[in-house]
């Protein structure tokens, strides 16, 4: 089910054409690798921000009278 769903996802035509695609996993790499993702070509130039918990904290907030 997982292959055919990214399968879908990678074939759907607003993503064709895109220099990069990214995405993160923390256990999934070797369905990825079945579609194409590869390790970061140049980690030395990529950097994020995360924010853990960002989205529980905004439902949270919404909750709030």
């Not at 292959?3 to 064709?16: F, G, K, S």
């Not at 054409?17 to 390790?39: C, E, K, N």
């Not at 970061?40 to 130039?45: T, V």
């Not at 995360?50 to 529980?56: D, F, L």
């Amino acid at each position: 089910m997982g292959r055919w769903m990214m399968d879908v996802i990678m074939a759907h035509e607003d993503l064709q054409g895109l220099r990069r695609i990214m995405l993160a996993t923390s256990d999934m790499h070797p369905l990825y690798r079945q579609v194409g993702f590869t390790d970061l070509n140049k980690p030395e130039i990529m950097m994020e921000i995360s924010v853990p918990g960002i989205y529980s904290r905004h439902q949270a907030d919404k909750a709030l009278p």
